[in-house]
């Protein structure tokens, strides 16, 4: 045990492990804390992009700052014993001169750099500078053997947001190579390194965070696998995390309900196959708060579903978003197919034992409108339906050598829009592809079913189709066909006892019921106990169950949401093993699910919401995961498609300690995770941008945090109150830059670069 766990260990058996330590027993916590005499160095106003890392493979940790005034890298090296002496600056009249002993040298750069960070990217144990800035490329400075920097690198990424945090280094494919992101206004660009150094082609995620700040990384489960951390300007969804799944890479984030923060740091774990912690300092409050990934206590359910947001790796314009399940890769675990119409390209998300694999996409018909999935043929393989009819056809793929075939021409007529596969009777052991087309400016329906095809005529049709579904509405056990527009009611085609279709229209057939309806908004259940399924569709702030009785709609019945003023444009049903279905219903203004659940008199009741991220719905669905026979709940919009899993409970970031400043004016905008003092105790460095000082926080033995020492950085007149504008010191990182095996304090402030070695 360290000296000074020995007297936090005396004080806490006098004051109780719960306790609050006294005055004189926190004063003596700064005994124990203590620096050199400081390093300073002066260079250029507008400093930024510290770093600490050892840049000439000599084993000590040296600094580099980036110096926008001068458009140059400083990199201040630390000398070894046989060294000879730094050779001092030249100082001008009134100057101050440097007093230290790292060596520095430049490194100039022709861009305008906005992220920065270092780690070896060549695969030649040195370590390398990487930024990405304007103009937009992401820029490799490879180490040479013999000190300095080789000629840049560059990868052009124009999708790239040049910010502050928007780059960040590690190892994000499970290889033990670093990898790098940048992320950008809308999409995540991962660079895999290469097993002979370099950079892969990108692999692009588009992330749906409407305001995203930074990124970090840090192994926030205790896998020993990095991580990603983002942090969002969102007063629901603070921080989102993208947990590296066991074959390497990233492939969903998942929102975490976080307040809004200031800034965000890791904690890194001091024994191996612990978690890092993540602190945050809250934005409203100024609180610092200490995280972990947990499963939070069961708090009389209240905890959040786990939520899996999965990310297209392509970007599209087009808001539809067509979307079909099924097994194409005949591995016996539901698929998810996914059409970029504008870029026109097929996105697979393959299942997993887990719920959804990475997206990956494949070339395929541009401006796809619909897809299906289903074995048509009967050969035992899925084939994959997509409809154009901006190519004016329908076109079939199929998974082979690990991959979506570009679509084919399947046989078909007109300019297909919508497809579906359904049963046409009750009874019926194989199913049938339904299309609907145009042709000389009529609609018409193509049902294919083995080597038999029909035709039926739509005159009815007053816009383009927005969806076909396979369902029994008027319940005479032949199944008829419902027809979503996009700007009209949904039409009905009744099938008769010859295989006929009528349209159910006119005044006495009340289709005015099904007005302000789409295809997110569309479920079938047996409400009644018939055996017979109703059908279920969200219309604003309620959902109807309806049928067709005597070629009218009817209402058999309603179930309304506590509050009036819902907006609810998506519905799904999630089966169980003991015949309670569950309801869920997408309330789009509160962004959160209604949970509705089956009551014994046969009707559903809302009894809580559950709060997810914004969707602007083109799909909203009952996902099979794995083999369990569990359903999760799959949303779907042109930006972003979530998974969800009803039947387990999240594992999050929960809160475990928190710290407020008592000094007068604080304004605390970081924190710094190391160790100050060589005890083996985490330390905690927060800054005060109110005061321009630091405040040292050690740990107690129940993981409370407590300050043990505070002092100002520099003193000098103000020129405004608003905290976010003093900004000095601006960075500030932990490390051993000494060689002394204690870690010191490093910041830049102004135009100096200050360190504070560690006693």
């Known amino acids: 045990m360290s000296l000074l766990m020995g007297v936090v260990a005396a004080v806490f058996a006098l004051a109780g492990v719960q306790g609050d330590l006294t005055e004189n027993q926190t004063a003596e916590l700064a005994r124990y804390f203590g620096f050199g005499p400081m390093q300073i160095y002066k260079i250029k106003p507008e400093l930024s992009q510290l770093r600490l890392a050892d840049l000439n493979a000599d084993g000590r940790r040296d600094v580099v700052v980036w110096n926008s005034y001068q458009s140059r890298f400083e990199v201040f090296y630390q000398r070894g014993p046989d060294d000879p002496a730094a050779t001092p600056r030249a100082v001008e009249q009134n100057d101050v001169p440097d007093r230290g002993d790292l060596r ?20 030649d144990g040195r370590t390398d500078i990487v930024f990405f800035g304007e103009p937009k490329d992401l820029v490799v400075l490879p180490a040479k053997s013999q000190g300095g920097f080789g000629a840049p690198i560059r990868i052009r990424v124009p999708q790239g947001a040049p910010r502050y945090g928007g780059l960040v280094t590690a190892d994000f494919s499970g290889d033990h190579k670093a990898d790098v992101a940048v992320l950008g206004a809308t999409e995540l660009m991962l660079f895999v390194q290469r097993d002979d150094g370099g950079l892969h082609k990108p692999q692009r995620l588009v992330h749906g965070i409407k305001n995203p700040l930074l990124m970090l990384a840090g192994d926030l489960n205790g896998d020993d696998r990095d991580d990603l951390i983002i942090g969002a300007d969102d007063e629901r969804y603070g921080v989102y995390v993208g947990l590296q799944q066991a074959d390497g890479g990233l492939a969903a984030l998942r929102p975490v309900r976080v307040p809004r923060t200031r800034s965000l740091s890791i904690g890194r774990a001091v024994e191996p196959g612990v ?54 890769d005949g591995d016996g675990l539901v698929d998810v197919v996914a059409a970029a119409p504008d870029a026109g390209q097929l996105v697979l998300f393959r299942g997993t034992a887990e719920g959804l694999g990475q997206g990956e996409a494949f070339a395929g018909l541009l401006r796809a409108t619909d897809v299906a999935i289903t074995d048509l043929d009967h050969n035992g393989q899925a084939e994959l339906f997509v409809a154009s009819p901006h190519e004016k056809i329908l076109g079939m793929s199929q998974h082979e ?51 038999e095809t029909r035709r039926v005529d739509v005159e009815e049709l007053e816009d383009d189709p927005a969806a076909v579904r396979f369902a029994d509405l008027n319940q005479d056990d032949h199944t008829d066909l419902l027809v979503f527009s996009r700007y009209a009611a949904p039409l009905a ?8 279709f009528k349209a159910c229209t006119g005044p006495g057939s009340r289709a005015s019921l099904l007005k302000e309806v789409g295809p997110s908004g569309y479920a079938l259940l047996d409400v009644t106990g018939d055996k017979r399924r109703e059908l279920l569709l969200a219309q604003g702030n309620l959902i109807r169950a309806l049928r067709i009785e005597d070629g009218r709609w009817t209402v058999v019945d309603q179930y309304n949401p506590e509050s009036a003023s819902a907006d609810i444009t998506g519905l799904a049903l ?29 009707t559903f009741v809302a009894q809580r919401a559950v709060p997810v991220p914004e969707f602007d719905l083109t799909a909203m669905l009952a996902l099979p995961l794995g083999k369990s026979g569990e359903f999760g709940l799959l949303l779907v919009d042109a930006n972003k498609l979530a998974v969800l899993r009803p039947t387990e409970r999240a594992a999050t970031l929960v809160e475990q300690q928190s710290y407020t400043s008592e000094a007068r004016d604080a304004w605390l905008a970081d924190s710094i995770v190391g160790d100050l003092n060589h005890d083996g105790v985490r330390d905690v460095t927060a800054v005060d941008l109110g005061r321009a000082a630091l405040e040292i926080l050690t740990t107690l ?59």
């Open 701 to 759: 033995p129940d993981g409370r945090l407590i300050r043990a020492l505070r002092f100002q950085v520099y003193q000098g007149k103000r020129f405004t109150d608003a905290p976010e504008t003093r900004g000095q010191p601006r960075e500030v990182l932990v490390a051993d830059v000494t060689s002394d095996g204690i870690d010191d304090i490093v910041l830049i402030v102004h135009d100096r670069l200050i360190v504070y070695p560690g006693e």
């Open 401 to 451: 050598a690990g991959r979506l075939k570009y679509p084919a021409p399947a046989k078909s007529a007109g300019e297909p829009f919508v497809v579906d596969v359904g049963p046409l009777t009750a009874d019926a052991k194989t199913e049938t592809l339904a299309y609907i087309a145009r042709e000389d400016d009529e609609y018409f329906v193509t049902l294919v079913h083995g080597d």
């Open 275 to 328: 978690p890092d912690d993540l602190f945050a300092v809250d934005y409203a409050t100024g609180r610092l708060l200490q995280y972990r990934w947990e499963t939070p206590a069961d708090t009389a359910g209240t905890t959040d579903w786990p939520l899996l947001l999965h990310s297209y790796p392509v970007r599209d314009t087009n808001r539809g978003r067509p979307i079909a399940l099924g097994d194409v």
């Open 574 to 602: 999630l089966p169980d093993k003991v015949g309670k279905p569950m309801l869920l219903a997408y309330e789009r203004r509160a962004r959160e699910l209604i949970v509705f659940e089956w009551q014994e008199s046969r």
């Open 493 to 500: 085609l009744l099938q008769d006892a010859d295989g006929g």
């Open 104 to 123: 520095n040298e430049h490194v100039p750069v022709p861009y305008s750099v906005a992220a920065a960070d270092v780690a070896d990217l060549t695969a």
